[in-house]
């Protein structure tokens, strides 16, 4: 049988959750069945050269900005030539709006996106409206959270048989609990006696880095031998270090920059932190649970549906620096706590969100789109 051909659209492979999940998923797609393919709108990103290794195509048309009309002839000649059967955008933006667009204009059998956030921010209320528009033209909206199809439902209007709610996933045999990490703390700073406490999240104001900051000069108060990790980079790296430096705790936060060694990271960890004011469904705590690691996160979007206060972690109202580092401090007080959470976190990821049955269930809604684009022709 001759497999289906997927365009996957989205903005650039940069680092990020949605471009990891996205690795997943090609790396475990039954390519018997499925040949991906990828089209990043503005350049390939540093992530192309490894989707290359797993022998994907990545092409990048190079965009100038949200409204180069050069996308749709050079879109175009790709679904053409790759002959595709199933073009999959990958955000709520641009990318979401082009690839339904050309997918419309060829009349692409299937069309589907995948959104991972909620909400949009005002300055892409134009490409907001123009999204609406396509609706009733894309086959399935992706939804990565129950949270986030809540809202897709009552927020956007969108129809729910329209809606499909695939969780993030995770390799979870990537992260064995058992493995010992190579990384010595000394290398990267952290006294050898000091407890660690990480945040792996770009450097994005929505982050809220400045909370995780107050927070961390609020243990340091109580438990002096304590390090903070600060794992990512982006846009918000100089006013995190300027806050660093405001609260003179420079010895102790240290900030590493982007890291393609994850579970290494993670392994150092004593607890696991997301400060958010917003999330959908995050891979940060996947992964942190799949080291068994407690995790302290903000109460938002679908971030309740895999952490259970008390039970594998603590949830914290957002913006909350205090609500933050009591967390915090609950389990560098007790340890065997953390390390119970830690152990009913990675059982829950490996229940609920293994990457063979997701991957199954994501395979399963592409097959039965092309019968039913099938029968309609």
Known sequence: MRAYNILFVLTELFVGGAQRQLYRIIANLDREKFNPVICCLKKEGILAEDFRRLGIRVTAINSRNKRDLRVIPRLLNILRKEEIHIIYTIGAGDSMFWGRLCGVILNTPVRISSVHRIGY????????????????????????????????????????????????????????????SKLDKGLLGIPEDDKIVGIIASLRPDKRHDIFIKAAADVLDVFPHTSFLIVGDGSEKANIESLIDRYDIGAKVHMVGNRDDIPEILSLLDISVLSSEHEVFPNTILESFAMGKPVVATAVGGVPEIVYDGYNGFLVPPYDHIALSNAIKRILHSPTLGQRMGEEGRRIVAERFNIESLIKKREALFSSLIENSNRRR
């Open 121 to 180: 921010p005002l300055h892409e209320k134009t490409i907001e409206f123009l999204n609406k528009l396509l609706v009733p033209f894309t086959d399935r909206i992706i939804a990565v959270a129950e949270a986030q199809r809540k809202y897709l439902v009552e927020k956007e209007g969108i129809s729910e048989d329209k809606l499909e709610v695939i969780y993030n996933t995770i390799d979870i045999d990537r992260y064995r609990i058992d493995s010992q």
